[in-house]
């Protein structure tokens, strides 16, 4: 079966920097997502990207996000300052039409 | 107001038996609906799409929609141990390509051998 890739796997930060998370979605697939997860509790959607740009967000999804695609390969989630409650899994997601949602494996982000 | 609500369990079952997890949503506009299955520290994994009232069987697992009472279930037969995870609903208000889900905080089952 067809893969998203993540990475990294683990990203440990402190406080106020940058991170980006980078995923490789399946090649044909034309919509791409980020969603995530806090240890124990429900995963969340952030935000859904189609033909170069946002599609919808969620409330979330504040001025410390931004998503891009720089080389029509990569899907980024890039956020700008990070703090204590952004640790979480954050998984990208992508499908090809009005079928299955392929996620990928996830990077886990501890902001220290 | 919780969007979409599940017992959060444990959920315990014998090997064999049936597992019968449930899920109910607020958004009466909701289109399609999935179950998931979440090993820890994995990615969420799709078992069923359910888009239309009635019942849905693939293998041993069977997803059931009452649209009208907004209810969602998941039915697992002769349950394996390898079963064990917790099982997330999801909901979509679209019935189209935008996957905006909206997830439960899921149910954790354990099959005991």
């Known amino acids: 079966e067809p893969e998203v890739t993540q990475t990294p796997s683990h990203q440990v930060t402190q406080m106020g920097q940058e991170v980006i998370l980078r995923c490789v979605p399946i090649?044909?697939?034309?919509?791409f997502y980020w969603y995530r997860q806090i240890l124990g509790q429900k995963v969340e959607f952030l935000v859904s990207f189609y033909n170069n740009e946002i599609s919808e967000k969620s409330e979330i999804f504040d001025d410390q996000f931004s998503v891009e695609r720089p080389d029509g390969s990569n899907f980024t989630l890039k956020i700008r300052s990070t703090k204590l409650e952004d640790s979480a899994m954050y998984f990208c997601?992508?499908?090809?039409?009005?079928?299955?949602?392929?996620f990928g494996s996830g990077t886990q982000l501890s902001v220290l | 107001q919780k969007e979409v609500e599940q017992n959060s369990g444990p959920l315990s079952v014998p090997e064999g038996a049936i597992a019968s997890l449930n899920c109910t949503y607020s958004d009466r506009g909701s289109q399609s609906f999935f179950w998931y299955r979440q090993y820890s520290g994995k990615s969420p994994e799709l078992i069923m799409s359910i888009y239309s009232n009635g019942d849905k069987e693939d293998g041993r697992f069977t997803a059931q929609l009452n649209k009208a009472s907004q209810y969602v279930s998941l039915l697992i037969r002769d349950s394996q141990p390898s079963d064990s995870a917790t099982y997330l609903c999801?909901?979509?208000?679209?019935?189209?390509?935008?996957?905006?889900?909206?997830f439960g905080k899921g149910t954790l089952l354990t099959v005991n051998p």
């Open positions: 997601a992508t499908n090809r039409g009005a079928e299955k949602l392929f």
């Open positions: 999801a909901v979509n208000k679209s019935g189209g390509s935008n996957y905006k889900l909206t």
């Open positions: 090649s044909n697939h034309l919509y």
